[in-house]
DNA sequence: TGTATTTCCTACTAAATTCATGGGAATTAT
DNA sequence: ATAATTCCCATGAATTTAGTAGGAAATACA
């Protein structure tokens, strides 16, 4: 039920770059953030395949947010770096739950789903700045 | 991010329970709900040692709740199973987090805890009946 | 054109946590 | 006594999370 260690990674990183301007290099937020390169790397990868930051290659390159900073919430970057952001594995596969249709606990897993990602929602990059 | 299955275990155990008014016994209990009766034996354990349940030992034994349903929260039975039910480890544990003074998202993951507490709090097991 | 710097891609390893299983001691109704 | 039960301690398997390694592809700049 802990959010882990690649998302607050994430969340960090994120922060981070929306406290510069330019892009910023692997390497350089690596070392400020006090994050494994490697590990990093993997996290940028998947950010940018969700279209929040921005990569430029080659040299001189690095990474930028793709969008303002009060545009990205909380709840953008922790959906893409949390393999499951639900708070039962019921909730959101209603296939895999063969008491789905007479489970007296699935309203409230998603009445909690619903809460966190609202809570989430209303915190963007800006307000971490 | 996810509710472990000890958890949803446990949630429906004592579901069971409250619809029982006398005491069942583990095998019974685990036959019933169709989870592994050693897994279920420590999950039993945690619950007692918490006083949600109450054990009744020797023939004849078995378990029941320890107050009445509307007494019980989904809450007060997930703070037993889950070994780390906070958003974030830094919300909870301080000292394991040196960026602790500074850390801009904190206030967050406070607020998300809270979110998540409050809400499942709302729940008893007289709900679920 | 060559070189340094950077992201991208694929695969692997290590550590931690979750999910169980096994055997037997202590307790109790009959 | 005996059978049915919880309690206690240790172990093992499976899954997920965290971190590493090496090199290919792109790009700025001399």
Redesign the interface.
């Known amino acids: ?4 260690a690649k ?2 990674y994430a ?2 990183v994120m ?1 981070a770059l929306a406290a510069r301007e330019n892009t910023v290099p692997l390497k350089e937020l690596a070392a400020q953030e006090e994050i494994p390169y490697k590990f990093l790397e993997s996290i940028m990868t998947e950010l940018v395949k969700a279209g929040l930051v921005t990569a430029v290659r080659g040299k001189c390159g690095g990474y930028r947010l793709a969008n303002p900073p009060e545009e990205c919430t ?1 709840a953008d970057i ?1 959906h893409v770096t ?1 393999t ?7 909730a959101s596969d209603k296939k895999d739950c063969p008491r789905a249709e007479i489970c ?2 699935l309203p ?2 998603r ?2 789903d619903d ?2 990602d609202s ?2 929602k209303q ?1 963007t990059l800006k307000d ?2």
Chains 1, 2 share one sequence.
Do not use: H
């Not at 039920?1 to 882990?4: G, P």
């Open positions: 039920m802990t959010v882990s998302g607050r969340l960090r922060i909380a922790l949390e499951s952001f639900t708070a039962s594995a019921c007296p606990t409230m897993w009445a909690l809460a966190v809570l989430l915190y971490f700045l």
